[in-house]
């Protein structure tokens, strides 16, 4: 049974940083390629980046380009998303999942309960 575990989120100032954590078991955590998506109000859950495997191989969408930053720790589960420079719209609510390696999309329609970003201009 996969469980994923999202932390980190808060309420920063346009400009400021975080880093969010996420916890995950159920897979083989260091065989699977892992990514961070969010979901803003109103809206449907976006992909933000992925980590292949091996932490060798990453992907953005354009809009955090630069900006963010996807690792992970295979010793300990967990993969992280360093952001900085945040701006309101990354307000969302951002959760992990683990991924297929060849296109990035969830491996399984099953999610944490996520963790809130909220970027006040």
């Known amino acids: 049974q996969v469980q994923l575990v999202e932390s980190g989120g808060g309420l920063v100032q346009a400009g400021g940083s975080l880093r969010l954590s996420c916890a995950a078991s159920?897979?083989?955590?260091?065989?699977?390629?892992m990514g961070w998506f969010r979901q803003a109000p109103g809206k449907e859950r976006e992909f933000v980046a992925a980590i292949s495997w091996s932490g060798g191989s990453t992907s953005y969408t354009d809009s955090v380009k630069g900006r963010f930053t996807i690792s992970r720790d295979n010793a300990n589960n967990t993969v992280y998303l360093q952001m900085n420079s945040l701006k309101p719209e990354d307000t969302a609510l951002y959760y992990c999942?683990?991924?297929?390696?060849?296109?990035?999309?969830?491996?399984?329609?099953?999610w944490g309960q996520g963790t809130q970003v909220t970027v006040s201009s």
């Open positions: 999942n683990f991924v297929y390696h060849s296109n990035y999309r969830p491996v399984k329609d099953s």
């Open positions: 159920g897979r083989t955590f260091s065989r699977n390629a």
